[in-house]
């Protein structure tokens, strides 16, 4: 029996942009994934605040995964109650689906940062990486493709701005984000 292969996609999702919705693109059609597991993160490792609340990301989530039948988003974070660890993460999905493969869904410019992971050896060892490539970093090997380099820092720029977030921001984000006024600046 072939076990199901899951990749585990984190991230702040603050808001949920078109390179987020590319890469999980990317894993259900071209990288032999059968799902996605989406999970905003808690509270960020690296101390990064979050512009909106994680109940906003996680509905935000849900909407911008929607045309994925087989995207879940996952509230695992808020039941850890403590700083996002991937591996801690991990291990509790580990111990309550051990009849999945893990993946671990990562953009290339993440690469650059793994030295500041918590025990990213262990993480690897548990959910060995799949890494898209991102517009600006070195292609990554399996993954000829490289996702547009847009950010979420940039998007909440812009909307801050009224910039313009059309083809960067699935539209269903963009309306969940103006009927809750989120990111709005407190001038």
Not at 62 to 68: K, M, N, Y
Request: hydrophobic share 40%.
């Amino acid at each position: 029996m072939t076990r199901r292969r899951v990749a585990i996609y984190g991230g702040s999702f603050d808001p949920p942009h078109l390179g987020h919705v590319l890469s999980v693109a990317w894993a259900l059609s071209a990288a032999h994934i059968d799902e996605v597991w989406a999970i905003p993160t808690w509270k960020h490792a690296f101390g990064k605040a979050h512009g909106a609340p994680f109940d906003a990301r996680m509905a935000m989530c849900e909407l911008g995964f929607a045309p994925f039948r087989d995207v879940r988003t996952m509230d695992i974070e808020r039941e850890l109650r403590d700083v996002s660890r991937t591996l801690h993460t991990l291990e509790t999905i580990r111990s309550r689906h051990p009849d999945v493969e893990l993946r671990l869904l990562i953009g290339g410019d993440v690469l650059q940062t793994v030295d500041r992971w918590y025990r990213w050896n262990d993480i690897v060892a548990l959910a060995p990486p799949l890494v898209v490539g991102r517009e600006g970093y070195p292609v990554p090997e399996g993954c000829p493709i490289s996702i547009p380099n847009v950010s979420s820092t940039d998007v909440r720029a812009a909307l801050d701005g009224a910039g313009d977030l059309d083809g960067l921001v699935p539209t269903a984000v963009i309306a969940y984000i103006r009927e809750h006024d989120l990111y709005a600046s407190s001038e």
